[in-house]
C-alpha cells in the first residue's frame, strides 16, 4: 500500500525537478566576439585609427638604420667628438624611437581592451534581451562540458547582433 502512494509523490518530485531546471542554451562567446559585425567593425576602426602611426614608426626604424650605415660607414673620417656626437644623437633617437614604440602598442592594447568591453556590454545586453524575449531561464557560454547542437543559439545571438 506504501508503494502505491510513493509513486505518484515520485512522479511529482520528477516533474518538479524537471520543471526547476528550467529552458537553457548554450553559446560560444568566442564565435560572438570574432564573427559579429559590432567586431569587425571594430577591428576595422582600429586598423584604421593605428594604421598612420605605425608607418610613422616603420619611416623613422628606416631613418635610423640608415643614419647608423651612414655613420659606420663615415666614421673613419670623421674627428672624435664628431663621432661621439653623432653616437649619442643615434643613442637618443633609438631610445626615443623605442619609447614611441612601446607607447603605440600600449595605445593600441588600451584602445582594443576598451573595444572589447563596450562590444562585450552590447552582446550581453543582446544576450540578457534574446533570453527574456525567448523565456530561457539559463543562457551558459563558458565551462559547459556538452552541449547539444539543440541548445547552441550562438547563431541566433548573431542574427540578433546584426539587425
Sequence with gaps: MRLIYSIPLLLCF?????NAAGKSAFINPAIILEQAPQARAASRALEKEFKQLEADLRSRAIKIQEREKNYQKD???MS????KKIEGEIIQEKRQFQFDQ???KEDLQLRRKQLIQELQKLIS???RSYGEKNGYDFIFTEGVAYASDSVNITE???KELSK
Design 102 to 104: 612601446q607607447s603605440v
Design 125 to 127: 545586453d543582446v544576450i
Design 75 to 77: 666614421s673613419a673620417i
Design 14 to 18: 520528477v516533474v518538479l525537478s524537471a
Design 80 to 83: 672624435t667628438a664628431q663621432r
Design 156 to 158: 541566433e545571438i548573431l
